[in-house]
């Protein structure tokens, strides 16, 4: 008896030893974790696919440094952009806002920046991550893409700036990566433009033509001057097509570091290179640390810029070659950290701003992503495949590796993430929709700080889902889908993007319904006879709905008329305008 309760008071003793130093390691984990300011690098690709990256199911495209940071680090399988176009979904990434609340959407069709000489832009009244984390000492720098705006009143100004927006440095392209960067067979804006100024120049020769006649024939009175005009216009319409190409590529397609452009046009060959000896040139200054750096790639939107190297080795063509391009830039980056002996104080985040289009095709070509088992592609305001994107996290030591997280999260919640890691404060003064990350990442929450998530397309709601956390289940409502075509199609072909709103867009009363749970694909939609529970769901997410519109208050959309149009006055210029160019790089 005495030798049983010797072993039960040992059995005591030791118990309470062995809680205390859990315990006191969970705490001393959480206080280093809370202490520590890592530094943070967010990469993020452009029109990236999440069926084109391995680690999420592609096995013909090689993508062993995206990879490999999967398998160091964890993976957030439904993460979801705030919208389906680059320049909305960006602002909300800054932001961690529903680009709604701070204007970056359009009423009229105008879904991104369509500029870089417009007045449009994320308003200097936004708070963005890098902002807070330059007050809390961290260097800031973007590498990459920006297309959030660049000027207000002046060609000089800067009010939309990356510098003025909390970055400390800025490379790149304050606009974005397009077909008519060269001479290419696909033309966001070119082809267009080409079409419309022909017409034009046709209509006034026909009316310069018609006058001349009549004045000939006696049946027009007056003098030659209205005809003059006319024709001189039409020549001014017509010669301005012929160079319509070279004025947008000179006008949009340059790169700035900081405030003063160093190429225009740009040299794409050597793009890349010159990327990658920036983000080599920020980490060495700055691996004193903390900083935050924000490598917004040009890959992989079309033209699909890709080096010799790299050309050919796809079996998917100039797409494939060019995500492999891009993997290969990850794996140099990451390098870079482990040469500066920084892999285990740095947060590496990697993501795509949407999903990939299903339009950009040509003839037997395809240049755009593929979704994987998702349902549409990029400018599709509500299917699954314009707005769910890879999402992988890395830390060592402090991230478990090789986790998976299936919890809805959204591109939003990199900002009170980083915000909060790097010692600041989440804004009170406003609305923030995302929400930390750090409990579910860490394992301490079971679930994401999302119940419900919106999906918008220009200002329209299209779609929202409700995470019925009791029951597991993702439901999905969709009120606006857009008609695809031709008929049969699952993308809008012949179009360029899906629009959000008009006749080529079909509304829903009642909302389809998909539990994405059981069905991701969103292939069937559920009804009242196939889901017992349908109008109790979709009244539920209509009641968040309303909810959700009652905390909108209406600004200034920056992306409608006349915030959306070119002006001469605003368009950035390394010469005298219009002759503008200059090449101030060195080849790397």
Known sequence: MLHLEHSCLFFRSWLALTVGVLLDLKLSACSSLSGSRPNILLLMADDLGIGDVGCYGNNTIRTPNIDGLAADGLMLMQHIAAASVCTPSRAAFLTGRYPLRSGMVSSNGYRVLQWTGVSGGLPPNETTFAKILKDKGYATGLIGKWHL????????????????????????????????????????????????????????????????????????????????????VALLFFTTSYFVGALIVHADCFLMRNHCITEQPMCLQRTTALMLKEVSSFVQRNKQGPFLLFVSFLHVHTPLITTENFRGRSPHGLYGDNIEEMDWMVGQILDTLDTEGLTNSTLVYFTSDHGGSLEAQFGNNQYGGWNGIYKGGKGMGGWEGGIRVPG??????????????????????????????????????????????????????????????????????HAARWHQRDGGAVWKVHYVTPIFHPDGASACYGRGVCPCSG????????????????????????????????????ERITKAVEDHRRTLSPVPLQLDMPNNIWKPWLQPCCGRFPLCWCDRETDP
Request: aromatic residues 8%; glycine residues 8%; negative net charge.
């Open 149 to 232: 705006g660049l000027n207000c009143e002046s060609s000089d100004d800067y009010c939309h700036h990356p510098l003025s927006h909390g970055f400390d440095h800025f490379y790149g392209m304050p606009f974005s990566m397009m077909g008519d960067c060269e001479p290419w067979e696909m033309s966001e804006k070119r082809a267009g433009l080409e079409h419309k100024l022909n017409v034009c120049s046709h209509v006034m020769a026909l009316a310069a033509f018609t006058l001349a006649v009549g004045k000939l024939t006696r049946l027009v009175v007056g003098s030659w001057t209205l005809v003059i005009c006319s024709a001189i």
């Open 392 to 461: 992988i996290l890395r830390w060592p030591g402090v991230l478990p590796a090789g986790r998976v997280i299936h919890e809805p999260t959204s591109l939003m919640d990199v900002f009170p993430t980083v915000v909060q890691l790097g010692g600041g404060q989440v804004p009170h003064d406003r609305v923030i929709d995302g929400r930390d990350l750090l409990p579910l990442l860490l394992g301490t929450a079971q679930h994401s700080g999302h119940e419900f998530l919106m999906h918008y397309c220009e200002s329209f709601l």
């Open 503 to 538: 006749d080529k867009v079909a509304h829903h009363d009642p909302p389809l319904l998909f539990d994405l749970s059981r069905d991701p694909s969103e292939t069937h939609a559920l009804t009242p006879d196939t889901e017992s529970s349908f109008h109790q769901v979709v």
